[in-house]
């Protein structure tokens, strides 16, 4: 069964800082997928990575895979206050359709 | 841009009644789901469906759910008789193809009395 686990799953930072969001998962996968959420909110989707050593950057966020790894990382750089949200990792199992969600991050960046 | 749009944006119902949740995904995709999410919890996955059958499912997803695409355009999700435990926000997402991001829409609250 596969499990997908984040850590840490509540991060406050400053304004200005850096950070990362790790996302491990159990077994192989062949895509994962990182969707940020606001309260209240839907789910909106920053990233798709499908292959080892992919790296995908939108602007302050930039986020990379190492499937041999099983491991995702979201990094935040030179957070600001319009990046608080809760940052979710899910992962595709192979060939099938459906993603298991981690238990987010709850990111809340001070001003 | 195309969205998904979900209908009531928020649903209250006495315990043991049926409730339907619709959806109407964007136009060109072709894998539709259901997901569900507890207050302040993580999102879990319900089900999927593709050419006009369910392709997956959870073990959340018992005898008491099920889906339909009764036209080209609405996805719903029917709960026969529902427990207090239903109560969540209930996301649909559609995608064009299967390894494609799922987009969703902004989700039906659903509350059981």
């Known amino acids: 069964e596969l499990k997908v686990e984040q850590n840490p799953l509540f991060l406050s930072m400053q304004e200005g800082k850096n950070y990362t969001i790790y996302c491990n998962y159990s077994?192989?996968?062949?895509?994962l997928y990182w969707y940020r959420q606001d309260p209240g909110k839907s789910l909106e989707s920053l990233f798709v990575?499908?292959?080892?050593?992919a790296v995908k950057q939108e602007g302050r966020l930039m986020a990379s895979l190492d499937t041999k790894a099983r491991l995702s990382t979201l990094h935040i750089t030179a957070a600001v206050h319009d990046l608080s949200a809760t940052y979710f990792c899910?992962?595709?199992?192979?060939?099938?359709?459906?993603?298991?969600f981690g238990k987010g991050t709850r990111l809340h960046i001070l001003p | 841009e195309p969205e998904v749009t979900q209908t009531p944006s928020h649903q209250v119902t006495q315990m043991g009644q049926e409730v339907i949740l619709r959806c109407v995904p964007i136009?060109?995709?072709?894998?539709f789901y259901w997901y569900r999410q507890i207050l302040g919890q993580k999102v879990e996955f319900l089900v999927s469906?593709?050419?006009?059958?369910?392709?997956?499912k959870s073990e959340i997803f018992d005898d008491q759910f099920s889906v339909e695409r009764p036209d080209g355009s609405n996805f719903t999700l029917k709960i026969r008789s529902t427990k207090l435990e239903d109560s969540a926000m209930y996301f649909c997402?559609?995608?064009?193809?299967?390894?494609?991001?799922?987009?969703f829409g902004d989700g039906t609250r659903l509350s059981i009395l």
């Open positions: 990575l499908l292959s080892n050593g």
């Open positions: 077994t192989t996968s062949d895509r």
């Open positions: 899910a992962v595709g199992m192979n060939r099938d359709d459906k993603i298991i």
């Open positions: 997402a559609s995608g064009r193809q299967g390894n494609q991001p799922q987009h």
């Open positions: 469906f593709y050419n006009n059958e369910i392709s997956e």
């Open positions: 136009s060109n995709h072709l894998y």
